[in-house]
């Protein structure tokens, strides 16, 4: 099993940044696939970032603006949020699956999940 614990501060002012963490414990052997994922209300969640093997995948909505890294030795992983927007307003979740995805911005792709965090960004 793996668990996954999200954090980091929840609130920006429109072009700010904040970054999110991720911690993962339990058995995490490589090759592992790192996701981010958000659902603002009302809508469907929707896939952010993906990172496998020291390749990251983006969303053409943060792509530019955002960026996925991992540090190995403590098991986490971060989702650096630039130029924020109101519209990245939402609820992110931390999900993670043993092996390469198909479809790495898929949450179907993903065996397990963090809790969530809100990120709200005000205009």
């Known amino acids: 099993q793996v668990q996954l614990v999200e954090s980091g501060r929840g609130l920006a002012q429109s072009g700010g940044s904040l970054t999110l963490s991720c911690v993962a414990s339990?058995?995490?052997?490589?090759?592992?696939?790192f996701g981010w994922f958000r659902q603002a209300p009302g809508k469907e969640r929707e896939g952010v970032a993906s990172?496998?093997?020291?390749?990251?995948i983006y969303a053409d909505s943060v792509n530019g603006r955002f960026t996925m890294s991992r540090d190995y030795a403590e098991n986490t992983v971060y989702l650096q949020m630039n130029n924020l927007e109101p519209e990245d307003t939402a609820v992110y979740y931390c999900a993670a699956r043993w092996g390469k995805a198909a479809l790495p911005l898929s949450q179907d792709e993903y065996d397990y999940w963090g809790q969530g965090i809100q990120v709200t960004v005000s205009s």
């Open positions: 339990g058995f995490i052997s490589d090759p592992f696939t």
């Open positions: 990172l496998n093997d020291g390749i990251t």
